[in-house]
């Protein structure tokens, strides 16, 4: 039982196929916090460059509304006309802001998991609608987590908010008798100010989040022994079916092979378990070749095949032993010529031939 439990955890680091299966699936290990964080820092950096643009550009559209509100005469055509030349106006001035967004949130993503596309997450699972499963996903541990850190964060960032505006509420007070590019001008830094606060939170949390998703989802991705070693058997085949693979391979072999010991010249034997079939054609090798060759049941079956077709069997274990050592089909080696072409001109000279 002990090992059954054993053989059941997921103590087992994550495979490479298991994590290409996992990224296949859109299952990576990617922080909300890290894009949030990214968007509200760069806009940061943006904002103090663009606020003196912003400023000059918002201003002049308040004043040619103010200055044309005391010859217009308020009608529901001049409103929504009115209404459309703002949109149209701050549109045009957010647009940069807008672009930006769409630029970060990609590369934020880019950086964090690299280039992914994939459509699996968007295909349709009919788990997905059975209210069962929809209310644990609901109460599950996930998303108790993410409601905690949601809170926490909305928590310190409304602190940090409110405790710099507090600290500015007495300046605010005088903005009264000011000048609209001042009070904007006032508006724009504190905005800054809090704004930067917020971004320092921010990048700490991302921080934070990011370490835990890497390691939640490495738990994730953990295997069990027992799907490790079918992981195993599928890249690398079952070891049975490999070994009666290689078996077929070896009985095919031998039947190529003792096919071509009729064509031998001779069979040179170790008289107790070694026979190498041996070729020598003059006009067309350079030097003579082993054809055959075995051991025990094989090198008698060498011997048999070699008395039914008349070949000669010469016993000469020294030289049996290291033809036997020479690859199928290769040519003997030089240090072999003397020996075996003596081997061979007594056998050409019992049939009448010479080499």
């Known amino acids: 039982m002990a090992a059954e ?7 087992e680091e994550a495979t490479a ?15 909300k916090e890290v894009h949030t964080a990214a968007i509200f820092t760069i806009l940061l950096l943006f904002w103090v460059l663009y606020l003196p643009i912003f400023i000059t550009e918002f201003t002049t559209i308040l004043t040619l509304i103010l200055e044309a509100g005391a010859d217009i005469i308020i009608t529901p055509a001049k409103t929504m006309e009115l209404a459309f030349y703002l949109a149209q106006k701050l549109g045009l001035l957010l647009a940069p802001l807008f672009v930006l967004v769409l630029i970060i949130g990609f590369f934020s993503s880019f950086f964090q ?16 609608f059975n ?14 987590v993410e409601l905690i850190k949601s809170i926490f964060k909305i928590i310190l960032i409304g602190w940090v908010a409110y405790s710099t505006v507090a600290n500015n509420f007495e300046q605010a007070l005088t903005l009264v008798d000011s000048s609209i590019s001042e009070t904007l001008r006032f508006l724009g830094r504190t905005a800054g100010v809090i704004l930067a606060k917020v971004c320092a939170v921010l990048i700490l949390l991302a921080f934070i989040d990011l ?10 991705m953990k295997m069990t ?24 391979q070896r009985q095919m072999a031998q039947k190529r092979m003792m096919a071509e010991v009729p064509h031998a010249d001779v069979i040179i034997t170790n008289p107790t378990h070694i026979s190498v079939a041996v ?41 049996a032993r290291l033809l036997h050592t020479v690859e199928l089909g290769a040519a003997i080696p030089e240090e072999l010529f003397k020996a075996v072409a003596e081997i061979l001109a007594h056998v050409y000279s019992l049939k009448g031939k010479s080499i």
Do not use: C
């Not at 439990?5 to 103590?11: K, L, P, V």
């Not at 835990?212 to 994730?220: D, G, N, T």
């Open 225 to 248: 022994k027992q799907e490790v070693k079918e992981e195993h058997k599928e890249s690398e085949g079952d070891p049975l079916v490999k070994s009666q693979i290689r078996a077929i």
């Open 211 to 220: 370490i835990f998703v890497r390691y939640e989802m490495e738990e994730k």
């Open 131 to 144: 209210p069962i499963t929809g209310v644990g996903r609901i109460f599950s541990k996930k998303s108790i």
């Open 113 to 128: 998991i690299g280039w992914l596309f994939t459509t699996k997450p968007f295909q349709p699972d009919i788990n997905k």
């Open 17 to 31: 196929k298991r994590r290409n299966d996992f990224r296949e699936k859109g299952q990576v290990a990617q922080s």
């Open 5 to 11: 439990n054993q053989a059941g955890e997921r103590t």
């Open 279 to 319: 070729r020598y054609d003059s006009g067309k090798m350079d030097a003579p070749v082993v054809l055959a060759k075995g051991a025990g049941v094989i090198a008698m079956n060498i011997r048999t095949i070699a008395r039914d077709n008349n070949i000669p069997i010469i016993e000469n274990p020294p030289v």
